[in-house]
Nanobody, 113 residues
Framework: QVQLVESGGGLVQAGDSLKLSCAAS????????IGWHRQAPGKQREWIAS???????TFADSVRGRFTLFRDNAKNTVYLQMNSLRPGDTGVYYC???????WGQGTQVTVSS
C-alpha cells in the first residue's frame, strides 16, 4: 500500500528554518520522482520542488536558493530543508509520488512576521 506522511511543520518566525520530512511506504523513494507542493490560504496549490531518481532537484523561483531537497534511501524519506522562511511561505505542504499520482495529507507551516 502506497503511503506518504509529511511531518515537521509548525509555527516559526520570519528568517527561521524548518525541515519537513516525507516518509514513504509501499514503494522506494529512490525509484520515483518525488514532488513538493504547497497551498497558501486562499490560493491554488502550487509546485515548489522535485527530486528525480538521479537525485537531481528543481525548485520554483519563489523558493530557489532558500530551500533544498534531499533523500535518505535507507529511511525511505525525502526531506525539504527550508531556510530564510518568509510569511509568504505559509501554507500546507504536501509531498507526492509524481509517477503514481499519490500525495500525502500535508503538514502546516506558518511563518509569522
Amino acid at each position: 500500500q502506497v503511503q506518504l506522511v509529511e511531518s515537521g511543520g509548525g509555527l516559526v518566525q520570519a528568517g527561521d528554518s524548518l525541515k519537513l520530512s516525507c516518509a514513504a511506504s509501499g514503494f522506494s523513494v529512490s525509484s520515483y520522482a518525488i514532488g513538493w507542493h504547497r497551498q497558501a490560504p486562499g490560493k491554488q496549490r502550487e509546485w515548489i520542488a522535485s527530486i528525480v531518481t538521479s537525485g537531481d532537484t528543481t525548485f520554483a523561483d519563489s523558493v530557489r536558493g532558500r530551500f533544498t531537497l534531499f533523500r535518505d534511501n535507507a529511511k525511505n524519506t525525502v526531506y525539504l530543508q527550508m531556510n530564510s522562511l518568509r510569511p509568504g511561505d505559509t501554507g500546507v505542504y504536501y509531498c507526492g509520488n509524481i509517477g503514481l499520482h499519490y500525495w500525502g495529507q500535508g503538514t502546516q507551516v506558518t511563518v509569522s512576521s
